[in-house]
């Protein structure tokens, strides 16, 4: 089973700042296969990016993935309020699998 | 639009079964699988298993297997997931997802269940 790890676990940035989120593998991933999602508190995770560079349909350009074999980021040029949230990596390869979750906060 | 909803919310005592509902509607329900992933209280996303609504074939988390059963019925655009021996450690919200048949990723998700397991 790949096992995915998320770094760092918490972020504390301002709005309007960069934020860089950091998805490690433990065997290779098929950029095909990698995805991510933001979930806010009591709400059901929303897609963001898949096939490690792609944009889901509504996402914003500021959102952007990036990444290969087993390493993978999520890159968000200028924190807005409504960014500040949990990010989940995600990989399929046989079966699928969540990284731990990385919040965003407001600092 | 495109829309997942589940069944209400669960109570079940350990030992019992609980079967979630998820009725899929604003799509061709045939041309997308089904995933299942829950999340314990505080804690991070869990995969559980994935259903090929074209031909029922099933993938289950291993950790899951034997207790697990995931099925479709096309009549009603409705995903099941039956999950039994429930133990305090499935109380979660269980998210039903519309996954994408070549690239995998879930694209919709559900309302979400709630399941509580106490004695």
């Known amino acids: 089973e790949i096992v995915l790890t998320q770094s760092p676990g918490t972020l504390s940035l301002s709005p309007g700042e960069r934020a860089t989120l950091s998805c490690r593998a433990s065997?290779?991933?098929?950029?095909?296969?990698l995805a991510w999602y933001q979930q806010k508190p009591g709400q059901a995770p929303r897609l963001l990016i898949y096939?490690?560079?792609s944009r889901a349909t509504g996402i914003p350009d500021r959102f952007s993935g990036s990444g290969s074999g087993t390493d993978f980021t999520l890159s968000i040029s200028r924190l807005e309020p409504e960014d500040f949230a949990v990010y989940y990596c995600?990989?399929?390869?046989?079966?699928?699998?969540f990284g731990q979750g990385t919040k965003v906060e407001i600092k | 639009q495109v829309q997942l909803v589940q069944s209400g919310v669960e109570v079940k005592k350990p030992g019992a079964s609980v079967k979630v509902s998820c009725k899929a509607s604003g799509y061709t329900f045939t041309s997308y699988g089904v995933s299942w992933v829950r999340q314990a209280p505080g804690q991070g996303l869990e995969w559980m298993g994935w259903i090929s609504v074209y031909n029922g074939n099933t993938n289950y988390a291993q950790k899951l297997q034997g207790r697990v059963t995931m099925t479709t019925d096309s009549s009603t655009s409705t995903a099941y997931m039956e999950l039994r021996s429930l133990r305090s450690d499935d109380t979660a919200v269980y998210y039903c997802?519309?996954?994408?048949?070549?690239?995998?990723?879930?694209?919709?998700w559900g309302t979400g269940t709630t399941v509580t397991v106490s004695s």
């Open positions: 096939g490690a560079f």
């Open positions: 065997q290779t991933v098929s950029s095909s296969y």
């Open positions: 997802a519309r996954c994408n048949s070549y690239y995998y990723y879930m694209d919709v």
């Open positions: 995600q990989q399929y390869g046989s079966y699928w699998t």
